[in-house]
């Protein structure tokens, strides 16, 4: 039936983008030229690494997905030579620990399903949907953790 076994392949399933809530350095600003910058950078770095698939993780939103797929649609984008899903983590209400989940989604999946996806998430202590202002308000007013 199978001609080959079992093959192991090394994926990063775990990449923040600067669009990422923890992103430490140079974030995006929603400038093209600035934000084309950073996700040159990104694409270089995933061109050269190890794996041969990524999955974007960030904390809360899909704008790193977003970025990346319109930049690579401009005539003067660099070449993309990794496999990239986008992906999404989401802190949840656990009792007495921090859970985060991770969810991945096909690189075929429409933007306004990942939208509609991030729509319907809820900040369980006050109701609100997830939206950048709602979570700002959130994290101002819950502590550190």
């Known amino acids: 039936?199978?001609?080959?076994g079992s093959e192991w392949r090394i994926w990063d399933l775990h990449v923040h983008t600067p669009a990422s809530?923890?992103?430490?350095?140079?974030?995006f600003n929603n400038n093209k030229e600035h934000?084309?910058?950073?996700?040159?950078e990104m694409i270089?770095?995933?061109?050269e690494a190890e794996p041969e698939v990524?999955?974007?993780?960030?904390?809360?939103?899909?704008?790193?997905?977003?970025k990346l797929k319109n930049r690579l649609n401009d005539e003067d984008a660099p070449k993309l030579n990794k496999?990239?899903?986008?992906?999404?983590?989401?802190?949840?209400?656990?009792?007495k620990i921090r859970l985060n989940v991770h969810a991945i989604f096909s690189d075929q999946v429409r933007d306004q399903d990942l939208r509609d996806f991030l729509a319907e998430q809820e900040i369980e202590e006050s109701?609100?949907?997830?939206?950048?202002?709602?979570?700002?308000h959130f994290i101002r007013n819950t502590g550190k953790d």
């Open 44 to 47: 270089k770095h995933l061109n």
């Open 127 to 136: 109701n609100k949907k997830l939206s950048n202002d709602n979570l700002i």
């Open 35 to 40: 934000d084309d910058k950073l996700i040159d």
């Open 83 to 95: 496999k990239v899903f986008p992906g999404i983590e989401l802190r949840i209400c656990a009792p």
């Open 21 to 27: 809530y923890e992103w430490k350095g140079t974030k």
């Open 1 to 4: 039936m199978f001609k080959k």
């Open 54 to 66: 990524f999955a974007l993780m960030d904390y809360f939103t899909f704008e790193g997905w977003f």
